[in-house]
């Protein structure tokens, strides 16, 4: 194929390597589902189904044989390099937490934690939402590429917040939660439209992880985090930015509908 032709990859923006599959959820997640919890398949879609338009972004998402939809956009150099990196440094962090474990994390765990979120969180919206509509534009992925030899911290977005909570129900091995949303002030508002934001939570094992995200606000509008209607400062701890050691799980846990409402909380009365 002619160089000019391939589709760039996703994060470098390189023509020149092939791109390659990247699974949404990473193969290590299924692999500790099966050792401790003897689940074999895992699946969000069977059939295979395109997104967005190949020329411009090249991302598709197809059906995965290990546990669900696959992104088509890092090359196979971005992949192999510093994305396994980023999984393998991560695995040992988020596994303990996946089984509602005790743990100290220290800030550095947390902002590992974060950029893991944030990456799985890109991938996700990738998969679902069509070119066009997303909330992570094309250079979000290519500034978290730029800055991915950097600490972890340097290469989240500005404006993230990452919070952990501990969600106990019958069984669930993944529940995933995003939505864009619209911000005002410190409130979300609907119609209104100041900032753009986004918003993801990831429920795995005993964990479930939240993203909160949202664009530079123009100057005259200092807009900090926005505000949830009801107290939930007791359901999670904050991961990001990390301001010292926190310890997980919190002090009370999600549980059933509490789940939805918590993945919510940035929308109208959550
Ligand atoms: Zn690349």
């Not at 909160?212 to 999670?236: E, I």
Request: with cysteine.
């Amino acid at each position: 194929m002619d160089e000019r032709d391939r589709i760039p990859c996703i994060f470098c923006g390189q023509t020149t390597a092939k791109i390659s599959r990247e699974d949404v959820f990473p193969k290590w997640i299924f692999e500790w589902a099966r050792r401790r919890h003897g689940i074999k398949n895992v699946r969000h879609k069977t059939s295979g189904l395109w997104i967005g338009t190949k020329s411009k972004t090249g991302s598709t998402i197809k059906a995965a044989g290990t546990g669900g939809v696959l992104v088509r956009g890092p090359c196979k150099p971005c992949n192999e390099t510093w994305m396994s990196a980023l999984e393998s440094q991560t695995m040992p962090i988020l596994t303990p937490l996946f089984e509602g474990h005790h743990v100290e994390l220290s800030k550095s765990e947390q902002s590992s934690i974060a950029l893991w979120l944030v990456k799985t969180s890109m991938f996700y919206e990738a998969a679902y939402v069509d070119d066009g509509q997303r909330y992570f534009t094309p250079a979000n992925f290519r500034t978290l590429y730029g800055n991915r030899d950097k600490a972890p911290f340097f290469a989240v977005p500005p404006y993230t917040n990452v919070y952990l909570a501990n969600y106990i129900d019958k069984h669930m091995l993944i529940k995933p939660r995003f939505y864009p949303f619209e911000i005002s002030g410190q409130t979300v508002v609907g119609s209104r439209v100041d900032l753009a934001g986004f918003s993801s939570t990831f429920a795995i094992g005993r964990l479930a992880m939240q993203l909160l995200t949202h664009r530079p606000p123009p100057p005259h509008n200092a807009v900090d985090t926005p505000r949830t209607v009801r107290d939930w400062s007791k359901f999670d701890v904050k991961c990001f930015p990390p301001t010292g050691a926190i310890h997980f799980p919190p002090g009370k846990h999600l549980k059933g509908d509490a789940f939805e409402r918590y993945a919510n909380r940035w929308l109208d009365g959550g």
